[in-house]
C-alpha cells in the first residue's frame, strides 16, 4: 500500500472521527459559583508567588472574602432565576445537578467559608512575637518542628498565608461535593476538598507535632474511605454500565430501557449492587463522622489548628450530607428496604455513643468533637425520613449546626495561657467572673448544640424528629431524645464549671481578638438566636429548595 493511500485512510478516518465526537456543552453561568471560588485560588498561588511577603496577608484576605461574596452572589442570582425550583436540571453534561439542594447547600458552606476565613485571619490573640503580629499557622509550613530553619522563620516574622487559597480549594470541592451527578464527579469533588483539608490540620503554630500527628491520622484513615468510596464506584458501574445517577436509579428500580446485551447479567447481579452501595456509603459516612467511621474526629479536631477545625467540622458535614442525601433519594430510591435498617442502627449507634463518651471528656475541643458525632446521628434521623420533609429538615439542620459551630470554635480561640490557646476543661473554670460576655456567648453556643427552645438547635432537632416520626422511624426519635438528654448534661455541666467555679489564681486569659473574630461570634449569635426565635422563614426556604432534579 503506498504513502499516498495511508495517509488518505487516516484522514478519511480523523473525519469520520471528528464527527462522531460531539464537543462538551458546559452552562458556565450555572456553575459560576463554583468557578469564582476555583479562579480565585488559583489567583490566590499566583499571589504567593509574585507579591512581596509583606503585601500577601492582605491580598489573601481580601481576594478570599471578595471571591466568597461573588460566589455567594451568584448563588442567590441562580435561586432567584428560578433554577432551584422550576428551571432546574443538570449542567455540564450531566455531571453537576443544578437544583434546590445543591443551591441551599452551597449557599451554606459559602456563608460558613467567609466566617471561618475571618478566624483564620485572626492576628491579635498571641502576643507581638519578635515585632510582628502572628496568627494560628506554622512561621514555614514546610520547615521541620524545632528546626533551625523553624526558628529562623519565626524570628524574621514569617507566617503561612497559602492557607487562604488552600482553603478556597477545599471550599470549591465542598460546592461540587452535594450537587455531584455521577459518582465519578463525587469522588473527584471528595479528593478536591479532602486534599486541602489534611493540608491544613499540619499547620498549628503551636503544639506542631500534635497537629502533624492529627493531619497524619486524617489523611490515612482518609485515603482507606476514600479507596472504599472508589471501590464501590467501581462495583456500582459494573452493575449498571454507567457512573450516572439517573441511570444508575433506572437499572436499580427495573425501569431501565434497552440493555447492552454484554450487561444484561451482571444487571441481575444484585451482589454488585449491594457491595457496591455499601462502600459508597461507607466513603460518606466517614466524612460526616458517624460510628463506626469516627475514629479519626476527636484526634483531628484537637490537633487542628482551632480556625481549621471550626470550618472542617461546620463545612465538611453540609457537604458530607448533601451527597448522601443525593445518593439515597436519587440513586437508591429502590434499595430504600436494604439500607434502612442499616441507617438505623448507624444513627442510633452514633447518637448513644457521642453523647455517652462525651461526657467523659477533659478538652474543649474534644468535647465539641464527640457532640459533632451526636449530632451526626440526630442529622441521620432526618435523612432516614425518606419523605421531601427529611430532605428540608436536614437542610435546616445542617444552615442551624454549621454557624453555630464555626461560632463555638472561634471562641475557644479566644481563651488562652501562656502555651496558646487553654482547651483543658478545668483552665475554663471561673471563666463567666473574669469574662462574663464570652462566658454568655460560649453558653449560647453550648444550649444550642443542647437543643434548648429559643435557640436554632432547638428548631432543628424538632424538624429531623418531627421527619422521623412522620416517616415511620418513632423508635428513633425516642433514642434521639434520650440521647439529647444525656448530651445536655455535658454541656451543661460546661455552663455551670464556667458560672459557678472559682477561678484560679494562675488561669487562663481572654484575648481581646481583631473585629473579624468579633464578627464570626456575632454572625453565630444572631444565626442561633433568629433561628431559634423565629424559624419559619427559613423552614419554608429549606422546604422550597428540598426537591432533587432526577
Known amino acids: 500500500m503506498s504513502a499516498t493511500a495511508v495517509h488518505s485512510l487516516w ?46 496577608y492582605h491580598s489573601q ?31 455540564a453534561m450531566g455531571a453537576i445537578a443544578v437544583d434546590g439542594p445543591a443551591l441551599f447547600l452551597q449557599g451554606v458552606i459559602i456563608l460558613t467559608a467567609i466566617v471561618a476565613v475571618f478566624t483564620f485571619a485572626e492576628r491579635r490573640l498571641d502576643p507581638v512575637s519578635h515585632g510582628n503580629r502572628i496568627d494560628s499557622f506554622a ?24 492557607v487562604f487559597p488552600i482553603a478556597l480549594f477545599a471550599v470549591a470541592g465542598m460546592l461540587v461535593f452535594p450537587a455531584a451527578n455521577d459518582l465519578l464527579t463525587l469522588f473527584i469533588a471528595l479528593e478536591v476538598f479532602s486534599l486541602p483539608l489534611y493540608l491544613l490540620c499540619a499547620l498549628a503554630r503551636r503544639k506542631r507535632l500534635m497537629s502533624q500527628e492529627a493531619a497524619v491520622k486524617y489523611f490515612l484513615l482518609g485515603a482507606f474511605s476514600s479507596a472504599f468510596l472508589l471501590f464501590g464506584v467501581a462495583l456500582l458501574y459494573g452493575y449498571a454500565g454507567s457512573v450516572s445517577y439517573a441511570r444508575i436509579a433506572a437499572v436499580v428500580d427495573g425501569s431501565v430501557g434497552t440493555v447492552d446485551p454484554v450487561l444484561a447479567d451482571t444487571m441481575g447481579n444484585d451482589a454488585l449492587l449491594l457491595i457496591g452501595g455499601a462502600m459508597i456509603l461507607m466513603g460518606l459516612l466517614f ?20 480556625p481549621v477545625t471550626g470550618f472542617m467540622a461546620a463545612a465538611t458535614k453540609v457537604a458530607a450530607f448533601g451527597a448522601l442525601l443525593r445518593l439515597l433519594y436519587v440513586v437508591l430510591p429502590g434499595l430504600r428496604w436494604d439500607y434502612r435498617p442499616v441507617m438505623f442502627g448507624v444513627a442510633i449507634v452514633t447518637m448513644v455513643f457521642g453523647a455517652v463518651v462525651a461526657i467523659t471528656q477533659t478538652d474543649i475541643k474534644r468535647l465539641l468533637a464527640y457532640s459533632s458525632i451526636a449530632h451526626a446521628g440526630f442529622i441521620l434521623a432526618g435523612v432516614i425520613a425518606m419523605t421531601d420533609e427529611g430532605i428540608s429538615s436536614v437542610l435546616f439542620y445542617l444552615a442551624a449546626y454549621s454557624f453555630v459551630t464555626v461560632g463555638a470554635f472561634a471562641v475557644v480561640t479566644l481563651v488562652r495561657d501562656a502555651g496558646g490557646e487553654a482547651t483543658h476543661l478545668s483552665k475554663w473554670a471561673g471563666l463567666g467572673r473574669r469574662s462574663p460576655l464570652v462566658a454568655a456567648v460560649f453558653a449560647v453556643f453550648l444550649l444550642a448544640f443542647a437543643g434548648i427552645p429559643l435557640t436554632s438547635g432547638f428548631s432543628g432537632k424538632f424538624a429531623v424528629f418531627k421527619a422521623a416520626a412522620d416517616g415511620g422511624a418513632g423508635a428513633l426519635v425516642v433514642v434521639g431524645v434520650i440521647s439529647s438528654a444525656i448530651a445536655a448534661f455535658f454541656y451543661v455541666r460546661v455552663i455551670v464549671l464556667m458560672f459557678f467555679s472559682e477561678p484560679k489564681a494562675d488561669g487562663p486569659t481572654v484575648a481581646v481578638p481583631s473585629p473579624l473574630t468579633m464578627t464570626t461570634i456575632g454572625v453565630g449569635v444572631a444565626v442561633t438566636l433568629v433561628l431559634g426565635l423565629a424559624p419559619q422563614y427559613f423552614l419554608d426556604l429549606a422546604s422550597q429548595a428540598g426537591v432533587f432534579v432526577r
Open 11 to 56: 484522514t478519511t478516518t480523523a473525519a469520520e472521527g471528528i464527527d462522531k465526537i460531539p464537543a462538551p456543552k458546559i452552562e458556565y453561568a450555572q456553575l459560576a459559583p463554583v468557578l469564582i471560588v476555583l479562579g480565585a485560588a488559583v489567583v490566590g498561588i499566583l499571589l504567593e508567588a509574585f507579591v512581596p511577603r509583606k503585601g500577601r
Open 61 to 91: 484576605l481580601f481576594l478570599s472574602v471578595v471571591a466568597l461574596a461573588a460566589a455567594f452572589a451568584a448563588v442567590v442570582a441562580l435561586a432567584a432565576g428560578g433554577y432551584g425550583s422550576t428551571k432546574a436540571h443538570l449542567a
Open 287 to 306: 466524612k460526616v463522622g458517624a460510628v463506626p467511621f469516627h475514629m479519626w474526629t476527636p484526634d483531628v479536631y484537637q490537633g487542628a489548628p482551632t
Open 139 to 162: 512561621a514555614q509550613g514546610a520547615s521541620v518542628p524545632g528546626s533551625e530553619s523553624e526558628k529562623e522563620a519565626v524570628r524574621a516574622g514569617f507566617t503561612t498565608t497559602e
